[in-house]
C-alpha cells in the first residue's frame, strides 16, 4: 500500500586525510567516528483496557473513524495528526466469516537491535553459524471489530507500525553496550557495564492508535486522542550477557605485518595511531567493520606525519600526509579475511610491496571526495572484539569471539602477466662524489588471484571468492654523487625487465 502521509503540528509543552591519497597519505575530510550501539523498542507498556463494543453497521463504523485528522500526543508535548485518507487506508469491511486482507511488514527497525542471543542454544539447523540479519518485530494480524450484520471492520496494526517508523530518531536516545577489558597478554579481565536507552515503542503506541479508533467506532466522546509510549530500551550486549560470554570468547583469527621505521610513516607514527584507535572495537552480530568511520581523519592534533605517496609512478617518503597507513589497514584486513567475514571493499596497491603477502594487501585513502577504504561485515552469529598490539616495527591484529567453526582455505597464489623493472643508476652533482642514494626499488609488474574458501562447521560453503590484483612495475632508481661532468643515467635492467617507466597517478604505500 502506499506510504501514508502525515501532516504534523506543534503544541506547547507541558513542561518548558588527508588525502590518504596515493598509498597512504591523507587531506582532511568528513569521516564519521563509530557511534554508540542503537536501542531496541523499549519493553512494551501494559496492554490498555478494552474499548467500549463499535456500534452500527461496519460501514458506519469506518466512517466515523476516518471522519476527521486523530491527534497523538508525544511525552514531549510534540504533537501530529494522522489524516483520514490515512486512517481509511488502516480499514477495511471483512464479510461475515472472510479472513482479513493482507498485511504490510513494518521495515526493520533502525533503532532495533539485530542481533540473536550470543547465548542462546545452538539451532538444530545443520549450519552452527547461522547469518544474522535483522529480524521485523512480529505483530499480530489484523485486530477485527465484532460483527455488524454480514460484515465486520478489520484494522492493520502492522500499518500502523509502519506509520511510526518515521518518529523513531525523534525519541531515539542510544544506550551503551558492555565490553570487555583485556590486559597486555591478550586475557579477558572484566566487564566494562552496559547502559540502557531510550526508544519509542511501536507496538503500544500502535496500540493506542488503535483504541482511540474503536472509541470512535463505539461513539465513546470521552477521549479522541492517542499517545506515543517511550520506554526504557535495552543494548544488544548487556552486563549480564557480557559477563556470560567472557569466559567463553576465544581468538579466532590474526595477522601481523613487521615494518621499518622510517619517514614513509611518520616515523611509525602513521601505523602505530591507526592500530591504537581500532583497540578495543566490538562488533555486533550483522554490523560492519568501516576502517575510516573507526580509525577518523588523521590530524596533526592526533600525532600523524607526512608519509610515503606513490606519486606518478614513483614512491615520494613524504609525499602524502599519514602516508604508510597502509599497513594498518592491510593488517586488519588480513585478520578479518582469515576469520571467514565478509569482506564488502578492498583495493591492492599500485605495485607490489613485499611484506604484504602476495594478492592480499589492502590499502587505503582519503583524496578529497574520493574515499577507499577497507569495510567487512560480521556475518557471523556472535560479537567480535579487536584487539591491537602496536610498536615500533610491528602491528598486530587479533579477532576474539564465541568460536563457531568457521574454517577458511586460500588457493596457492596464481601469477601471471609479469613484466620486470629495470634498475637505473643517475649520477648526480646533488650529492658528494662517490654518495650513493637509494631512492626507489624495482617493482616488477604482475598480476595475481588468490581464492578463499570459507566453510562453517558442517562443512558448507558461506564464501568463495577470487581476489584479483593487478601490480604495476616501477623502475628502481639509485643516485651516485660525481664531481662536474654533466648528470648521465645507465639502465641496469633487471631478468625480464621491459625497461620502460610506470606511470599512473599517486597510489597509497
Same mark, same amino acid.
Given at each position: 500500500m502506499?506510504r501514508?502521509?502525515?501532516?504534523?503540528?506543534?503544541?506547547?509543552?507541558?513542561?518548558?586525510?588527508?588525502?590518504?591519497a596515493?598509498?597512504?597519505?591523507v587531506?582532511? @575530510? !568528513?569521516?564519521?567516528?563509530?557511534?554508540e550501539p #542503537?536501542?531496541a523498542? %523499549?519493553t512494551?507498556a $501494559?496492554? /490498555? &483496557? =478494552?474499548? +467500549?463494543i463499535?456500534?452500527?453497521?461496519?460501514?458506519?463504523?469506518?466512517?466515523?473513524?476516518a471522519?476527521?485528522?486523530l491527534?497523538?500526543y508525544?511525552?514531549?508535548?510534540?504533537?501530529?495528526e494522522?489524516?483520514?485518507?490515512?486512517?481509511?487506508?488502516?480499514?477495511?469491511?471483512?464479510?461475515?466469516?472472510?479472513?482479513?486482507?493482507?498485511t504490510?511488514?513494518?521495515p526493520?527497525?533502525?533503532l532495533? @537491535? !539485530?542481533?540473536?542471543?550470543?547465548?542462546a542454544? #545452538?539451532?538444530?539447523? %545443520?549450519?552452527?553459524? $547461522?547469518? /544474522? &540479519? =535483522?529480524? +521485523?518485530m512480529p505483530?499480530?494480524?489484523?485486530t477485527?471489530l465484532?460483527?455488524?450484520g454480514?460484515?465486520r471492520?478489520a484494522?492493520?496494526?502492522q500499518?500502523?507500525?509502519?506509520?511510526l517508523?518515521d518518529?523513531?530518531?525523534?525519541?531515539?536516545v542510544?544506550?551503551?553496550?558492555a565490553t570487555?577489558?583485556?590486559?597486555?597478554?591478550?586475557k579477558?579481565?572484566?566487564?566494562?557495564?552496559s547502559?540502557d536507552g531510550r526508544?519509542l515503542d511501536?507496538s503500544?503506541?500502535?496500540?493506542?492508535?488503535?483504541?482511540?479508533?474503536?472509541?470512535?467506532?463505539?461513539?465513546?466522546?470521552?477521549?479522541?486522542m492517542?499517545?506515543l509510549v517511550?520506554?526504557?530500551?535495552?543494548p544488544?550486549?548487556?552486563?549480564?550477557?557480557?559477563t556470560?560470554m567472557?569466559?567463553k570468547?576465544?581468538k579466532?583469527s590474526?595477522?601481523?605485518?613487521?615494518?621499518q621505521v622510517?619517514?614513509?610513516n611518520?616515523?611509525?607514527a602513521?601505523i602505530?595511531?591507526?592500530?591504537?584507535?581500532?583497540?578495543?572495537?566490538?562488533?555486533?552480530p550483522?554490523?560492519?567493520?568501516d576502517?575510516?568511520?573507526?580509525?577518523?581523519?588523521p590530524?596533526?592534533?592526533?600525532?600523524?606525519?607526512?608519509?610515503?605517496?606513490?606519486?606518478n609512478?614513483k614512491s615520494?617518503?613524504?609525499?602524502?600526509?599519514?602516508?604508510g597507513?597502509c599497513?594498518t589497514?592491510?593488517?586488519i584486513?588480513n585478520a578479518a579475511l582469515?576469520?571467514g567475514?565478509e569482506?564488502?571493499?578492498?583495493?591492492?596497491?599500485?605495485?607490489?610491496?613485499?611484506?604484504?603477502?602476495l594478492?592480499?594487501d589492502a590499502?587505503?585513502?582519503?583524496?578529497?571526495?574520493s574515499?577507499?577504504?577497507?569495510?567487512?561485515r560480521?556475518?557471523?552469529?556472535?560479537p567480535?572484539?579487536?584487539r591491537s598490539?602496536?610498536?615500533p616495527?610491528?602491528?598486530?591484529?587479533?579477532?576474539?569471539?564465541l568460536?563457531?567453526?568457521r574454517?577458511?582455505?586460500?588457493?596457492?597464489?596464481?601469477?601471471?602477466?609479469q613484466?620486470?623493472a629495470?634498475?637505473?643508476?643517475?649520477?648526480?652533482?646533488?650529492?658528494?662524489?662517490?654518495?650513493?642514494?637509494?631512492?626507489?626499488?624495482?617493482?616488477p609488474?604482475?598480476?595475481?588471484?588468490?581464492?578463499?574458501?570459507?566453510?562453517d562447521?558442517a562443512g558448507?560453503?558461506?564464501?568463495?571468492?577470487?581476489?584479483?590484483?593487478?601490480?604495476?612495475e616501477?623502475?628502481?632508481r639509485t643516485l651516485?654523487?660525481?664531481?662536474?661532468?654533466?648528470?648521465?643515467?645507465?639502465?641496469?635492467?633487471?631478468p625480464?625487465?621491459?625497461?620502460h617507466?610506470?606511470?599512473g597517478?599517486?597510489?597509497p604505500?
Amino acid at each position: 500500500m502506499p506510504r501514508p502521509t502525515i501532516r504534523r503540528r506543534r503544541r506547547l509543552a507541558l513542561i518548558g586525510v588527508a588525502c590518504l591519497a596515493l598509498s597512504g597519505g591523507v587531506v582532511p @575530510s !568528513a569521516v564519521v567516528r563509530a557511534v554508540e550501539p #542503537p536501542v531496541a523498542d %523499549p519493553t512494551p507498556a $501494559p496492554t /490498555a &483496557t =478494552p474499548a +467500549p463494543i463499535p456500534v452500527g453497521t461496519a460501514d458506519e463504523q469506518i466512517a466515523r473513524m476516518a471522519a476527521s485528522p486523530l491527534t497523538v500526543y508525544g511525552p514531549d508535548g510534540y504533537a501530529t495528526e494522522i489524516d483520514p485518507s490515512t486512517i481509511a487506508a488502516w480499514l477495511s469491511v471483512v464479510p461475515a466469516g472472510g479472513s482479513a486482507p493482507p498485511t504490510v511488514t513494518p521495515p526493520p527497525d533502525p533503532l532495533a @537491535s !539485530a542481533a540473536p542471543d550470543p547465548l542462546a542454544s #545452538p539451532s538444530p539447523s %545443520p549450519s552452527l553459524d $547461522p547469518l /544474522a &540479519t =535483522p529480524t +521485523p518485530m512480529p505483530m499480530p494480524t489484523p485486530t477485527t471489530l465484532p460483527e455488524s450484520g454480514a460484515a465486520r471492520v478489520a484494522i492493520d496494526r502492522q500499518s500502523i507500525v509502519v506509520w511510526l517508523t518515521d518518529l523513531l530518531p525523534r525519541y531515539a536516545v542510544a544506550g551503551r553496550n558492555a565490553t570487555w577489558k583485556m590486559n597486555t597478554a591478550g586475557k579477558f579481565v572484566s566487564v566494562v557495564p552496559s547502559k540502557d536507552g531510550r526508544g519509542l515503542d511501536r507496538s503500544s503506541s500502535a496500540r493506542s492508535i488503535m483504541d482511540a479508533l474503536l472509541r470512535r467506532a463505539a461513539m465513546d466522546t470521552s477521549s479522541d486522542m492517542a499517545t506515543l509510549v517511550v520506554g526504557p530500551a535495552r543494548p544488544p550486549i548487556t552486563t549480564e550477557k557480557a559477563t556470560a560470554m567472557m569466559p567463553k570468547m576465544r581468538k579466532i583469527s590474526g595477522w601481523t605485518t613487521y615494518w621499518q621505521v622510517g619517514e614513509n610513516n611518520g616515523f611509525g607514527a602513521n601505523i602505530i595511531i591507526p592500530a591504537k584507535k581500532i583497540n578495543g572495537t566490538v562488533i555486533l552480530p550483522g554490523a560492519i567493520f568501516d576502517f575510516w568511520k573507526v580509525v577518523g581523519t588523521p590530524t596533526v592534533a592526533e600525532g600523524y606525519k607526512a608519509g610515503g605517496a606513490i606519486i606518478n609512478g614513483k614512491s615520494q617518503p613524504t609525499g602524502a600526509f599519514a602516508g604508510g597507513i597502509c599497513s594498518t589497514s592491510t593488517t586488519i584486513f588480513n585478520a578479518a579475511l582469515r576469520a571467514g567475514f565478509e569482506i564488502l571493499s578492498r583495493v591492492p596497491h599500485y605495485y607490489y610491496i613485499d611484506r604484504y603477502p602476495l594478492g592480499l594487501d589492502a590499502t587505503v585513502w582519503m583524496d578529497g571526495g574520493s574515499i577507499q577504504s577497507v569495510i567487512w561485515r560480521n556475518d557471523s552469529a556472535n560479537p567480535v572484539y579487536i584487539r591491537s598490539v602496536a610498536k615500533p616495527g610491528i602491528v598486530t591484529f587479533e579477532l576474539y569471539s564465541l568460536p563457531v567453526g568457521r574454517t577458511v582455505a586460500f588457493s596457492t597464489p596464481k601469477v601471471s602477466g609479469q613484466v620486470g623493472a629495470a634498475d637505473y643508476t643517475e649520477y648526480t652533482s646533488s650529492l658528494p662524489a662517490g654518495a650513493a642514494q637509494r631512492v626507489e626499488f624495482p617493482h616488477p609488474g604482475m598480476y595475481v588471484e588468490v581464492v578463499r574458501t570459507v566453510k562453517d562447521r558442517a562443512g558448507v560453503v558461506l564464501h568463495r571468492e577470487t581476489w584479483k590484483s593487478h601490480y604495476n612495475e616501477v623502475d628502481g632508481r639509485t643516485l651516485v654523487g660525481k664531481s662536474s661532468a654533466p648528470p648521465t643515467v645507465t639502465p641496469t635492467p633487471l631478468p625480464g625487465a621491459g625497461g620502460h617507466p610506470a606511470g599512473g597517478g599517486p597510489r597509497p604505500s
